[in-house]
């Protein structure tokens, strides 16, 4: 189906946000559509697995948008490759007001779906953002959970170390969020095969982008190691609920996420799907279970939204 991907900005409290507008094919003014705000993973951007799930929805007739998020690609912010949780949640609510401010979109048939810790975070706007009336993650994963691993005290003075440095003047600390290349990753010693699929997608002609170029402010991990995609989905997470993952584990513990979202979360509609054989990364842009993962997302927005 042929579907229309348009430019567009839209305020985040104080800064312009940028995204992809999708519109399904045989896109009526007048008439009123169900809308996904569609969330990209940590490192990622609109261009990549966020905009492949945007387009192929938009194909079932939704109105779709997938956006840089805050201090990153074409988004505005200062300073630069910052991840911060609260502002990735507030991104979210704010996708929300630029859709419901369209006179094509029906407010009241608005959904979220977030791939990767993209995921964690449209879980985690949705429990206060009740305009979400359907959420849906694919791989999804608490960002806070998996940067707590290992010693975390440790990394967080550092990050204070790093802080008064920069405070007295010093060059701000830019670091990776994966390896930049498979030799770095293999003289690294690393061998999960989140991390080796990571290297493929994002540093390689099958995913890289320009608007994903692999920095992240060392700081801002504090931020991200206090955070806690889930807190409190036992009692404020009502709304229908998609959990789809990959059999095939990997470090990023998106399997586990997804179990634990689906054990916990106090939605009545609620459902896991597992696609076998596929990884986390499969599960970006991979055909065979992207479109698995679409087929069920359908479903289940066609229902809830």
Not at 127 to 148: D, F, H, P, S
Not at 203 to 211: F, Y
């Amino acid at each position: 189906m042929q579907v229309t991907k348009t430019d567009v900005q839209f305020n985040g409290k104080g800064l312009q946000l940028a995204g992809h507008l999708y519109l399904p094919e045989g896109f009526i003014g007048n008439k009123k559509y169900p809308a996904i705000v569609c969330v990209h993973p940590g490192s990622s951007c609109k261009d990549q697995t966020a905009g492949i799930y945007a387009r192929k929805l938009a194909e079932q007739g939704y109105i779709t948008i997938a956006f840089d998020a805050s201090y990153q690609g074409e988004s505005e912010g200062e300073p630069r490759y910052i991840e911060d949780p609260s502002a990735r949640v507030e991104d979210i609510r704010c996708a929300v007001d630029y859709l419901s401010s369209l006179d094509y979109v029906d407010e009241n048939r608005i959904g979220v779906l977030g791939v990767c810790a993209g995921g964690g975070y449209a879980v985690n706007a949705a429990m206060t953002e009740r305009r979400i009336k359907a959420v849906g993650t694919v791989v999804g994963a608490n960002i806070g959970r998996l940067y707590r691993e290992g010693d975390a005290i440790k990394a967080l003075e550092g990050i204070g170390k790093q802080r008064t440095a920069e405070a007295r003047g010093a060059e701000p600390m830019i670091t990776n969020w994966i390896p930049n290349s498979q030799e770095e990753r293999e003289k690294a010693g690393i061998t999960d095969i989140d991390i080796t699929e990571a290297v493929d997608y994002y540093t390689t002609p099958r995913g890289q982008s320009l608007n994903s170029p692999n920095k992240l402010k060392f700081t801002s991990i504090g931020s991200v190691m206090a955070f806690d995609a889930f807190h409190l989905v036992e009692e404020l997470l009502t709304q229908p609920l998609q959990i789809i993952i990959g059999n095939v584990q990997g470090g990023f513990g998106s399997y586990n996420d997804g179990q634990e979202l689906y054990s916990r979360a106090a939605s009545v509609k609620k459902n896991l799907f597992v696609v076998d054989g596929a990884s986390h990364y499969d599960l970006y842009d991979k055909p065979e279970p992207v479109n698995k993962a679409v087929e069920k997302l359908v479903g289940f927005y066609k229902e809830n939204l």
